[in-house]
């Protein structure tokens, strides 16, 4: 299933990119993202025109069962490889699935791309969400879209949020 999620942030294109990849903007969305347990940096290198990062989520249980299938709490446990090119102001991204059985049927992965809008940033999230699963696939990606995006909704209002404080001082 393909999705995209278009947003428009009150701050420059520079401020934003700035911003989303900064430690206190992690530390703001564990405390109070109430979908989200954790956020663990593994790993964030700036290489110059790139910043790449390992980051892992364990989201608070949202999903109990897919048909009669009980889905455990570490089935949606995701790890994060993302690459962002400064020059595109484009990241590319793939989560991964901590849980071998999950990472076997579920994929998914796309791109975040930050466009200046006059003196906002128009972000937008395209990307594709597969879950090879027999009879039930299509109703698990149905779920697990619409979970997702409450997610990545309330995200965004974070860092909305985060953008207002940041430009209070």
């Given at each position: 299933?393909?999705f ?12 934003a ?17 109430s ?99 027999p ?35």
């Open positions: 299933m393909k995209k999620i278009e947003n428009v942030l009150e701050s420059t294109l520079e401020n990119e700035t911003l989303m990849f900064s430690e206190e903007y992690y530390e703001y969305l564990k405390k109070n993202h979908g989200v347990d954790t956020i663990e940096v593994i790993e964030q290198k700036n290489e110059g025109d790139k910043i790449r990062r390992i980051v892992k989520y364990t989201p608070k249980p949202i999903i109990e069962k897919v048909g009669p299938k009980k889905v455990p709490k570490e089935a949606m446990v995701f790890t994060e490889y993302s690459t962002f090119d400064k020059q595109r102001h484009v990241l590319d991204f793939e989560n991964v699935p901590r849980m071998n059985f999950v990472q076997k049927r579920l994929s998914n992965k796309g791109t975040i791309s930050l466009e200046r809008s006059g003196s906002q940033t128009r972000r937008t999230i395209e990307g594709d969400l597969t879950v090879k699963f009879i039930l696939g299509a109703i698990a990606e149905r779920i697990i879209y619409s979970q997702a995006k409450k997610l990545l909704e309330e995200e965004v209002e974070c860092f909305k949020r985060y953008l207002r404080l940041a430009a209070k001082g």
